[in-house]
């Protein structure tokens, strides 16, 4: 897994397009921006279909402020791209530490 995110990492327009799908699939209602409800669904449904410990409502808010670089209370798509970049390159370092 972390030398796939390794490859798309490396290939701007590849990362590019893997973040718009994600991007559009959490902009429900097609605005253009993720809102705090549709954020929220999204960090569910992404803890949800990977097994992960389902985040509180804090976290969750706490998680979109950190995101919410301009801090208008919403995410737009620039914004989203440097979060899954981010959540990109911790995966990549999970991975090789628990190879070691």
Same mark, same amino acid.
């Given at each position: *897994?972390?030398?796939?995110? &390794? +490859?798309?990492?490396?290939? =701007?327009?590849?990362?590019?397009? $893997?973040? &718009?799908? !994600?991007?559009?699939?959490? %902009?429900? %209602? &097609?605005?253009?921006? $993720? ?6 669904? *999204? *960090?569910?449904? /992404? ?9 509180? %409502?804090?976290? $969750?808010? =706490?998680?979109? &402020?950190? !995101? ?6 919403? /995410? ?10 981010? $959540?990109?390159?911790?995966? /990549? +370092?999970?991975?090789?530490? =628990?190879?070691?």
């Amino acid at each position: *897994m972390d030398s796939y995110l &390794k +490859i798309v990492l490396a290939d =701007e327009n590849c990362f590019t397009a $893997i973040a &718009k799908a !994600v991007f559009n699939r959490a %902009d429900e %209602d &097609k605005s253009k921006f $993720i809102d705090p409800d549709e954020f929220r669904k *999204m *960090m569910l449904g /992404i803890t949800q279909e990977y097994n992960l410990p389902t985040p509180t %409502d804090k976290t $969750i808010i =706490e998680t979109m &402020k950190k !995101v919410d670089l301009d801090k208008n209370g919403t /995410i737009e798509f620039d914004e989203f791209k440097e979060f899954l970049r981010n $959540i990109f390159q911790q995966a /990549i +370092i999970e991975a090789e530490e =628990e190879k070691q």
